[in-house]
């Protein structure tokens, strides 16, 4: 059995041969065939690039981040002067091609989409204004959604047909360290039903269902499953992951469990840290099953430090030989 079989045991809720651990067991496209962050736009001037909405990222900071305070969007009202992207006139044959020509079919292939609803929405107004929009005027934020969903939609379509992954990640950023950004009631209402339509379009189209949040929004996680949401990446320590997993355990997997917030997500952590944040992970959620590890460790597509090789070694070494004894 390889790293693709035994992972795929997982998301089908089946006991696997080994707990698998993410970076081993996941081959990840789409950082770079897309333009949704400016990784592939054009240059305006130094370390700032331009997506296909228009928005300039300085990618100066280790991982691209919008430029603060140049926002497009004042008033959500004005949304629909924004030029959305047309995904059917990209080069999908040619991106594929560059993203997939080293895969050799070992691993899950799993296409990693940046820039949900709600992500959009604050790159295009800046995160204060559009809490307030949120708001001030939430019929117009979810037709802007709606058209979001389209739009992200006709992009699924596109890398079901050249890509063919097992996973689509869809990601929406809706909660920091303690909570969500906005109350429960105001995702249901005004957010869950587009990203529904979105994760349905996933499953229509043969692929698992991912869900990217980073932060604490285990207040929505009944939201997520019931709208199909297959995988919950990266789950962060802050949730509830037991209870998540008590809950949840037969129709969601728990994707990450790293406490990046504790000591072990320092960058200067000790291995003894690492290690014991490892045997944490295997004690509290490899044992119950439907997991798949993933220790946050350096940054996605970054080239690791010395000592984030060290950080990483020791984890993967104490994870496995733990999970070995308990035969998990």
């Known amino acids: 059995m390889n790293e693709k079989e035994n992972l795929l045991r997982v998301y089908r809720h089946q006991k696997p041969e080994w707990t698998p651990?993410?970076?081993e067991s996941v081959y990840l496209v789409g950082l770079i065939s897309n333009n949704e962050t400016g990784l592939q736009g054009k240059t305006?001037?130094?370390?700032?690039?331009?997506?296909e909405f228009g928005v300039e990222w300085e990618m100066g900071h280790g991982?691209?981040?919008?430029?603060p305070g140049n926002y497009l969007l004042e008033d959500i009202c004005n949304w629909r002067d924004i030029k959305f992207p047309e995904p059917k006139t990209w080069d999908w044959s040619q991106m594929a091609a560059t993203e997939l020509k080293d895969y050799d079919g070992s691993k899950v292939l799993t296409y990693f989409s940046e820039q949900g609803c709600f992500d959009r929405l604050t790159q295009?107004?800046?995160f204060e204004n559009a809490l307030m929009a949120l708001l001030e005027e939430p019929e117009e934020c979810s037709d802007f959604f709606s058209a979001i969903a389209d739009y992200k939609i006709e992009l699924i379509e596109c890398v079901a047909k050249y890509y063919q992954p097992d996973v689509f990640c869809y990601t929406d950023d809706l909660a920091k360290v303690d909570s969500l950004f906005m109350s429960p009631?105001?995702?249901?209402?005004?957010i869950k039903p587009h990203h529904a339509r979105i994760i349905n379009a996933i499953l229509k189209n043969d692929m698992i269902a991912e869900q990217h949040t980073c932060g604490k929004c285990d207040a929505i996680m009944d939201?997520?499953?019931?709208?199909?949401?297959?995988?919950?990446?990266?789950?962060q320590a802050s949730n509830d992951l037991v209870g998540i997993q008590k809950k949840h355990g037969d129709k969601l997997i728990i994707t990450g469990g790293f406490d990046s917030q504790g000591p072990a997500g320092?960058?200067?952590?000790?291995?003894?840290?690492?290690?014991?944040?490892?045997?944490?992970?295997?004690?509290?959620?490899?044992?119950?099953?439907?997991?798949?590890?993933m220790p946050m460790i350096g940054a996605i597509g970054a080239e690791p430090t010395p000592l984030q090789l060290m950080q990483m070694g020791a984890f993967m070494q104490t994870f496995r030989s733990e999970c070995q004894k308990r035969g998990i």
């Open 223 to 235: 939201d997520y499953v019931e709208i199909g949401v297959q995988s919950f990446f990266p789950a």
């Open 266 to 293: 320092f960058p200067d952590a000790s291995i003894d840290t690492i290690e014991a944040e490892a045997l944490r992970m295997v004690e509290q959620y490899a044992i119950n099953g439907s997991y798949l590890c």
């Open 44 to 51: 305006v001037r130094e370390k700032v690039q331009l997506d």
């Open 124 to 126: 295009l107004m800046g």
């Open 185 to 190: 009631e105001t995702y249901r209402e005004i």
């Open 63 to 67: 991982a691209p981040v919008p430029v």
């Open 21 to 23: 651990i993410y970076m």
